[in-house]
C-alpha cells in the first residue's frame, strides 16, 4: 500500500511510499481509507511539535481519515466488509469526561495515522459514516468538525438567541459557524479578508469583523451585541487573541481555548478575566459518544462540511504547505 511516512520531523522529510498492508488482529477493523484531511494540528505534529507526546520517526501522520471496512479481526461485531467507517480522534475515549487514558492514544500523532491507503483500528475506535456524507466531508469532521462540537454544543450549552463569537476561517471556526447557527445562535466573526468575510455572510454569520482594519475588535464585537456581551468565543487565535477575547465576552462567559494560532505567549491582562467572571474551558477534540451526536445533528440540520481544497496522497508536503500559508476557506481534504 502507498503511505505517508515521516521519518524524522520536518515537511521535507515526509515522503509517500510503498509499505505491507497491515492486517487486523483480534477486536480490530482493517479499513480501506478513502480520504482524509488536514488540521493545524498535523502540521505541528509533521513538524515534531508535540515531543514526546508523538511518533518522532516512522509515523504515519494525519488523524482524519475515512473509507470501508476491508476486512475483520477475531471477535469484531459492529461492522462487517463494505460497511461505511470513519475512525475517531481519540480511539480510547469512548464517553465521559476526558483523562489520561482516554487521550493517550491519538491518531496521526502516539498512534498512527490515516494518510494511508490502509489502516486497522479498534472496532470501539470507529463510527458508522452517515449517508449524506462524501468520504472527504466525513473525513472532515474528525478533529475540527469534533473540536468545534464540543466547543459549541457539548460544553457551550448554546442556545437559541446566544451571541457566539468565531474567529478567523480554518476548520474548527467554519464548524463552530455552522453548529451554532443550527443550533439558533447569532455569530459574530472575525477575518482579515473583506472576500472571506463576504463568504462568512453567506454561511450565516451575523457580523463580520476584519480585525485589520478594527484592531480592537474584541470591543466593536462586544457593542454589536448592544453592549451584552459574548456568551461564548471559539478560540482558536491562543494568548496573542486572548485580551480580545476577554474584551468581547458577557459577565459570565466563557471561551473555549482550541488553537494557539497567534501564539503561545502573550501580556494578557488577568483584570478582564475577574472583572468578567469569565471561564477559559481548554477543550481537544472529543470522544465516540460526542462524535455520534455531532453526526445526529448534522444529519438533521443538513450540515455538510465545507471543503476548500483537495490534493492527492501524492502531493501531501504540498497540501501541508497550503494549510501553512492559511490561505483556505474551511478544510482541506487528501484524497487517497
Known amino acids: 500500500m502507498k503511505a505517508a511516512l515521516l521519518q524524522q520531523p520536518g515537511i521535507a522529510n515526509l515522503s509517500v511510499a510503498e509499505m505491507e498492508e497491515p492486517e487486523p488482529g483480534p477486536g480490530e477493523v482493517k479499513v480501506r481509507l478513502r480520504a482524509s484531511s488536514l488540521n493545524y494540528r498535523d502540521l505541528v505534529t509533521v513538524e515534531g511539535g508535540y515531543g514526546s507526546k508523538q511518533k518522532q520517526s516512522g509515523l504515519i501522520p494525519l488523524s482524519d481519515g475515512a473509507g470501508e471496512v476491508a476486512a475483520v479481526g477475531e471477535g469484531v461485531r459492529r461492522y462487517q466488509v463494505g460497511d461505511r467507517v470513519t475512525p475517531i480522534f481519540f480511539p480510547n475515549w469512548q464517553g465521559g469526561e476526558p ?32 449517508d449524506g456524507l462524501s468520504d472527504a466531508e466525513a473525513a472532515s469532521t474528525v478533529c475540527a468538525g469534533l473540536t468545534a462540537w464540543h466547543a459549541v454544543v457539548e460544553k457551550g450549552g448554546i442556545r437559541p438567541g446566544d451571541w457566539v463569537l468565531t474567529q478567523g476561517t480554518g476548520g474548527v471556526s467554519i464548524f463552530a ?7 439558533g445562535a447569532r455569530v459574530i466573526a472575525t ?19 476584519n480585525y485589520l482594519d478594527i484592531t480592537d475588535w474584541g470591543k466593536a464585537a462586544k457593542s454589536l451585541t448592544g453592549g451584552a456581551g459574548i456568551d ?22 466563557a471561551i473555549a481555548m482550541i488553537g494557539i494560532l497567534a501564539g503561545q505567549s502573550d501580556q494578557v491582562n488577568m483584570g478582564y478575566v475577574l ?3 469569565s471561564r477559559i474551558q481548554g477543550i481537544t477534540v472529543g470522544s465516540r459518544e460526542m462524535h455520534l451526536r455531532m453526526y445526529r445533528a448534522m444529519e438533521a440540520h443538513a450540515i455538510r462540511p465545507l471543503i476548500s481544497d483537495s490534493f492527492a496522497l501524492a502531493d501531501i508536503r504540498e497540501a501541508l504547505a497550503h494549510q501553512k500559508d492559511g490561505r483556505h476557506f474551511g478544510k482541506i481534504a487528501i484524497d487517497i
Open 191 to 209: 477575518t482579515s479578508s473583506d472576500v472571506k468575510a463576504a463568504r462568512l455572510k453567506e454561511l450565516g454569520a451575523d457580523h463580520v469583523l
Open 275 to 277: 472583572m468578567t467572571n
Open 99 to 130: 483523562s489520561a487514558h482516554a487521550q493517550a492514544l491519538a491518531l496521526g500523532g502516539s498512534a498512527q495515522g490515516c494518510a494511508a491507503e490502509f489502516g486497522c483500528f479498534p472496532e470501539h475506535g470507529l463510527v458508522p459514516t452517515p
Open 232 to 253: 461564548l468565543v471559539v478560540e482558536v487565535g491562543g494568548a496573542g487573541t486572548l485580551t480580545q477575547s476577554l474584551k468581547s465576552i458577557r459577565i459570565g462567559g
Open 177 to 183: 459557524l455552522q453548529f451554532a447557527r443550527a443550533m
